[in-house]
């Protein structure tokens, strides 16, 4: 029964993310992360530039002593359906943040705030795309290059980002500018008929 339940499970959710969902071009929404000193939430801005790749901006704050910002680019992998994928990223990553100093002789930890902060993004997550909405879940840890005593700090996040572009209209738009540029590098037929006469004086 338990193993009928779970088939028809996989079923309706392969169904509904074929019949119900549209792959995004481009889709703005909110970001909430969490990790072991702070929760943050912030704007989150994807944008397709090939069937593969897209670019992330990820801007996020606690509205106290932390504030980031992340741009990445980002691979994706469809598993059951192409609107369901997995994908993993990584770019630069800059902020304002808090810090932690252990002092070993005094046995102290100095806090020190408002630390302007460098360092590499990574990011893992799964996506689903359904009903105009992409919802992911996402691991990005941060690799601290300046800034900041610690070298290394996770955060797990939740996003809902809604579809402004779906990816059929802008390959439409793509292909419709393409042909424009095409059209604006031929030469009409009267200038080149014009540019054979003068030659020939």
Not at 34 to 52: E, V
Not at 68 to 97: D, Q, V, W
Not at 107 to 135: K, R, S
Request: no cysteine; hydrophobic share 35%; proline share 2%.
């Amino acid at each position: 029964m338990k193993e009928r339940l779970t088939l028809l499970t996989i079923i309706f959710f392969v169904s509904l993310t074929t019949t119900q969902a549209q792959r995004y071009g481009t889709a703005v929404g909110l970001r909430f992360g969490n990790n072991n000193l702070y929760r943050t939430i912030g704007l989150s801005a994807q944008q397709r530039i090939t069937k593969r790749l897209s670019i992330e901006g990820i801007i996020q704050s606690d509205f106290k002593l932390n504030s980031t910002f992340s741009a990445l680019l980002e691979k994706h992998h469809p598993i059951l359906s192409k609107r369901f994928n997995y994908y993993y990223g990584a770019g630069p990553s800059f902020g304002m943040e808090e810090s932690f100093v252990k002092d070993s002789e005094n046995q102290q930890i100095i806090h020190t705030y408002g630390n302007a902060t460098f360092g590499l993004d990574l990011l893992a997550g799964l996506e689903l795309t359904v009903l105009n909405t992409v919802i992911s879940l996402d691991y990005k840890p941060n690799i601290n290059l300046t800034g900041r005593q610690e070298f290394y700090r996770g955060q797990v996040g939740i996003s809902a980002r809604m579809v402004l572009v779906k990816s059929k209209e802008q390959k439409k738009r793509q292909r419709k500018r393409q042909r424009a540029k095409k059209n604006a590098e031929k030469t009409p037929l009267t200038e080149q008929i014009q540019s054979i006469f003068n030659s020939d004086n």
